[in-house]
């Protein structure tokens, strides 16, 4: 593996992840990027522990070959089933000098400043929710915190279908919002906990009370990768800064091209990898 210099790796299972590297790309443009979609075995919202934390693995390592000494895991459900087995068990026998990061406890950090009550919800796929990563997260870094959770298994079908923006989404997501606030009307804030669920912004606010606050991550995971290379100056050395972007997926580049038009508002180019 290289162990000089090179991108900042970003790893999703599909193509949610692109509203997170938006925004690190927003914050922190002169820096290298590798971004690599497993869109071949996407979903990974309702795979089992192992699995995802196989595939994930199998991405990181990938990402590592491809000269990246640190790779931010742009998915909740990795986040939420892969990543500390993969820090604490994998890393300080591959990879000692690298690092691995997600999407989780960034967001979890910046919760206290957010809500007032104190009592917070948590959207996201079926993985992630059955985890209970936000909820172990948020209760070790700002106790005592109310976490209430709705899982939204067709939040995510619906977006890579292109359906999100027609009036028949509308009753999907006023129905897990419903469903959501019976279980704790005195929340006051919601995290998304889910990479694509930005997209369905719109919407969520459109069936949401006012006063209700609506964490998009992508925004904390960036804020959280500058403040972690500023306070481990020799990492960011090992982080080229040329502006360069590439990006991979394990399916199709003309789909994936398609869908990150969507996310990123710009065309790219795209190259099929197995992994």
């Known amino acids: 593996m290289n162990n000089q210099t090179g991108a900042i790796g970003i790893f999703d299972s599909g193509y949610g992840g692109l509203t997170v590297f938006s925004e690190i790309k927003e914050l922190m443009p002169k820096y290298d990027y590798i971004y690599l979609g497993d869109n071949a075995r996407a979903p990974y919202g309702n795979r089992s522990f192992e699995t995802v934390y196989e595939f994930t693995l199998e991405a990181v390592k990938w990402l590592f070959s491809q000269g990246c000494h640190l790779v931010?895991?742009?998915?909740?459900?990795?986040s939420a089933k892969a990543l500390k087995t993969i820090q604490q068990v994998d890393l300080p026998k591959i990879a000692p000098d690298k690092m691995v990061r997600g999407v989780i406890r960034p967001t979890a950090e910046c919760i206290d400043t957010l809500s007032q009550t104190r009592h917070i919800g948590i959207l996201g796929t079926e993985g992630t929710i059955q985890s209970q990563s936000y909820k172990i997260e948020i209760e070790k870094l700002h106790p005592p915190f109310v976490i209430t959770s709705e899982a939204c298994p067709m939040w995510v079908p619906l977006i890579e279908n292109q359906e999100h923006n027609k009036p028949g989404a509308d009753y999907f997501v006023q129905q897990h919002?419903?469903?959501?606030?019976?279980?704790?009307?005195?929340?006051?804030?919601?995290?998304?906990?889910?990479?694509?669920?930005?997209?369905?912004?719109?919407?969520?606010?459109?069936?949401?009370?006012?006063h209700i606050n609506v964490i998009a991550q992508g925004e904390y995971v960036a804020k959280s990768l500058q403040n972690y290379l500023q306070k481990y100056p020799e990492m960011d050395e090992k982080c080229t800064k040329n502006g360069i972007v590439q990006y991979f997926t394990t399916d199709s580049p003309d789909k994936f091209k398609q869908f990150a038009s969507m996310f990123l508002n710009e065309n790219i180019d795209v190259e099929k990898v197995s992994i």
């Open 72 to 78: 931010i895991l742009a998915c909740n459900t990795a």
């Open 177 to 210: 919002l419903n469903q959501l606030l019976e279980k704790d009307e005195n929340i006051d804030t919601i995290i998304l906990g889910c990479t694509h669920y930005p997209l369905l912004m719109n919407k969520i606010r459109k069936f949401l009370p006012d």
